[in-house]
């Protein structure tokens, strides 16, 4: 089985740019997450998807991040313009529904993203 | 949702037992408690997860105290490619997924 896949695996792009990355979450996973890591710091959840429906983006820094996941499969994680403390690695995650009792979140092996 | 602290890091020789505690005083009632193993440029991966007393899977158990204020993560005979980060997590999970929160994770060098 497949598992969660990111692209691109690395983005070099310059202040004021825009980028967009996509993650393909694990087939029949209806949870999805949103996660970055900037240098030196934890890592932070953005948001998550149920499905198509935003559940929780009480995480996104700003509204220069946009997501979206139409019908409920891969999602794109946009950033529109693109800032310097915006660089980091994006992952992203899915799960199958928490209600059988465990909820493993299975991650990506993320997007690097520097902005120059 | 729970604050969890870890220790930095640790040191440990292949072969031995590692046992890696996690406090969350704030735990609430349905919280789960999940650790997650991390890699130098991968993503976190599962590792073991539970509500109380004790779990056990092929590579690693859990043990949580009756009060669920902290839980310790034990892995047996470490191995050199045991070496990674180790983070431990609380959450409801009965939602249909819940809010992950990370903190800084344990950094477990295995020696030869």
């Known amino acids: 089985e497949a598992g969660v896949t990111q692209f691109p695996s690395h983005s070099v792009i310059e202040k004021g740019q825009t980028v967009t990355l996509r993650c393909d979450p694990i087939?029949?996973?209806?949870?999805l997450y949103w996660y970055r890591r900037v240098m030196g710091k934890e890592i932070k959840f953005l948001l998550h998807?149920?499905?198509?429906?935003?559940?929780?983006e009480s995480g996104m820094p700003n509204n220069r991040f946009l997501a979206e996941r139409t019908g409920g499969t891969y999602s794109t994680l946009k950033v529109q313009p693109a800032e310097l403390e915006d660089s980091g690695v994006y992952f992203c995650?899915?799960?199958?529904?928490?209600?059988?009792?465990?909820?493993?979140?299975?991650f990506g092996p993320g997007t690097r993203l520097t902005v120059l | 949702l729970a604050k969890t602290t870890q220790p930095i890091s640790m040191d440990s020789y292949e072969g031995q037992e590692v046992n890696i505690t996690c406090s969350h005083n704030?735990?609430?009632?349905?919280?789960?408690i999940t650790w997650y193993q991390q890699f130098p440029s991968q993503g976190p991966r599962f590792i073991i997860q539970?509500?109380?007393t004790k779990v056990t899977n092929e590579v690693a158990s859990l043990f949580i105290p009756a009060d669920r204020k902290s839980s310790t993560l034990s892995l047996p005979r470490v191995s050199l490619s045991d070496t990674a980060v180790y983070y431990c997590?609380?959450?409801?999970?009965?939602?249909?997924?819940?809010?992950?929160?990370f903190g800084a994770g344990t950094r477990l060098f295995v020696k030869a």
């Open positions: 995650a899915s799960s199958q529904d928490g209600v059988s009792g465990r909820n493993e979140q299975f």
């Open positions: 998807f149920v499905k198509e429906s935003k559940q929780d």
């Open positions: 997590l609380v959450g409801d999970i009965m939602t249909g997924g819940f809010k992950t929160i």
């Open positions: 704030n735990i609430a009632t349905n919280d789960y």
């Open positions: 539970g509500y109380k």
């Open positions: 087939s029949g996973h209806d949870n």
